[in-house]
């Protein structure tokens, strides 16, 4: 299960360890990202929205399914200081992920009743809800009661989200900026090989934070997200659905926080 955890009592050991479309973010290339064409000779899958979330608490949630790969996500972006991720069992289904943070009110999509593998029983909530084929959007949600999540939780610059992990990196202390993190890449390959899911997480306490995480597939790497994270934002994100080869890469920067897995 994803929760928050504090890094200051990690910071001292982590930061000399080797480098072990969202309301506040924005898809690069797009107004107010690195300008249009950037990086556009990388293989990049659409990305379809399912559903658009708003939350008491500003966090904002996005369902979504990857037009080639069929690979579902789940996107969670927020404001460092005033907000932290919903929390939600991450060995669950998406779908079950989605009726456990939406009250009955709100309507479900079609297209996510076929994320649960052929076989999987159906959730007894879905008796209780409608049914659409549209693009759900959803604003002035409560956070779910049965979250650990309250609504009056946050995350700071050093704190994780992830408490079991495959990668963490914290920036510095008091001054985030003192700590420069170079661009690195997290392979699962390198975690025990193809994986059914990507889990990242990356906060901006430095004043610039991009976000990839990529699929592959015939032997090439295909690019399924792509966002800068807006400073003193976290954007916390899963991908995945079948067994791939997978990748994270986050850009050379001061001052972010970056913590994920690879699961499956």
């Known amino acids: 299960m994803a929760r928050v955890l504090s890094g200051r009592v990690l910071l001292a050991v982590l930061v000399v360890l080797p480098t072990l479309t969202a309301w506040n973010a924005?898809?690069?290339?797009?107004?107010?990202?690195?300008?249009?064409?950037?990086?556009?000779?990388?293989?990049?899958d659409r990305d379809v929205e399912l559903a658009r979330l708003g939350y008491r608490n500003g966090v904002r949630v996005v369902f979504s399914r990857d037009e080639l790969s069929g690979d579902w996500g789940l996107r969670q972006d927020g404001e460092m200081g005033r907000n932290a991720p919903l929390e939600y069992d991450d060995k669950q289904s998406?779908?079950?992920?989605?009726?456990?943070?939406?009250?009955?009110?709100?309507?479900?999509?079609?297209?996510?009743?076929?994320?649960?593998?052929?076989?999987?029983?159906?959730?007894?909530?879905?008796?209780?809800?409608?049914?659409?084929?549209?693009?759900v959007v959803a604003e002035d949600l409560?956070?779910?009661?049965?979250?650990?999540?309250?609504?009056?939780?946050?995350?700071?610059?050093?704190?994780?989200?992830?408490?079991?992990?495959?990668?963490?990196?914290?920036?510095?202390?008091?001054?985030?900026?003192?700590?420069?993190?170079?661009?690195?890449?997290?392979?699962?390959s390198d975690f025990g090989g193809m994986k059914m899911y990507s889990y990242s997480y990356l906060a901006n306490c430095g004043g610039y934070a991009r976000h990839r995480i990529y699929y592959k597939s015939a032997g090439d790497y295909y690019k399924h997200h792509d966002y800068e994270v807006a400073y003193a934002h976290w954007q916390a994100v899963k991908k995945g659905?079948?067994?791939?080869?997978?990748?994270?890469?986050?850009?050379?920067?001061?001052?972010?926080?970056?913590?994920?897995?690879y699961t499956g």
Not at 31 to 44: F, L, T
Not at 98 to 105: Q, V
Not at 158 to 185: F, I, Q, R
């Open 26 to 44: 924005a898809p690069a290339g797009a107004a107010g990202g690195s300008g249009p064409g950037v990086y556009a000779d990388e293989p990049m």
């Open 142 to 188: 409560a956070v779910p009661t049965s979250s650990a999540m309250s609504s009056a939780a946050v995350l700071t610059c050093w704190d994780l989200y992830w408490n079991s992990y495959n990668w963490a990196e914290l920036p510095g202390y008091p001054n985030p900026g003192t700590v420069w993190h170079p661009a690195k890449t997290y392979y699962s």
């Open 241 to 261: 659905s079948v067994h791939r080869y997978r990748k994270v890469f986050y850009d050379g920067t001061a001052g972010d926080t970056r913590n994920g897995k």
């Open 94 to 135: 998406m779908l079950q992920t989605y009726l456990s943070i939406t009250p009955r009110s709100v309507p479900v999509p079609r297209v996510l009743l076929s994320e649960p593998p052929a076989g999987t029983p159906t959730p007894p909530e879905l008796a209780y809800r409608t049914i659409v084929a549209s693009v």
